[in-house]
């Protein structure tokens, strides 16, 4: 991931190659913003030159989503790039998102390997008490979308997967 489009100027979505500054390193980056020209929200991905050279297929769903396909030795792999709405944004909005969401999944191959990444704007918490393990704080309705999102398609909350020491889980 790489910061959001609007931070580095780009509006609509492409790809232009960026310099790592004082070094001799440079990134093939793919954004997808607003259309309308408000610079509000954006995904990207930076690709190093041997990914690039292994791309596919680059996706701009949208200013909340974009999915790029990569060759692999095995298994094609896929990386969905996401920006999900905040709690306090609009239900409908919340499921639009969700729904493109779902629609580039099912757009997937399953032999590929998926990888889904971004800010989701949730808390997944506790849950219940068979969940302690997960989280701290209290889920809210955002993380309880993610996770019914995870669980219908058969994915992982990797950054929850993993009992943490409890001084690591507070930010």
């Known amino acids: ?3 959001a489009p609007r931070r580095l100027g780009l509006q609509d ?3 232009k190659s960026i310099k790592v500054p004082l070094s001799d390193t440079a990134y093939n980056l793919y954004y997808s913003g607003p ?3 408000s610079r509000h929200h954006g995904v990207a991905l ?3 030159d041997q990914a690039n050279n292994a791309l596919l297929a680059w996706e701009p769903v949208s200013s909340h989503l974009a999915r790029v396909r990569l060759r692999g030795a095995l298994f094609n792999i896929s990386i969905i790039a996401v920006y999900a709405p905040t709690l306090d944004a609009d239900e409908v909005t919340k499921d639009a998102i969700y729904d493109s969401l779902q629609a580039v999944m099912d757009g997937i191959s399953p032999i590929n390997f998926v990888v889904i990444a971004g800010d989701f704007n949730v808390r997944t918490g506790t ?3 068979n969940n302690r393990h997960i989280a701290i ?3 809210c309705s955002n993380g309880e979308r993610l996770i019914d999102f995870a669980a219908a ?3 992982t909350v990797s950054s929850t997967r993993f009992q943490h020491p409890w001084r690591h889980l507070v930010t």
């Open 13 to 15: 979505h492409g790809h």
């Open 153 to 155: 398609n058969r994915l």
């Open 35 to 37: 259309m309308d020209g």
């Open 46 to 48: 930076a690709l190093s």
């Open 137 to 139: 704080g209290d889920r």
């Open 127 to 129: 849950g219940d008490a």
């Open 1 to 3: 991931m790489w910061p």
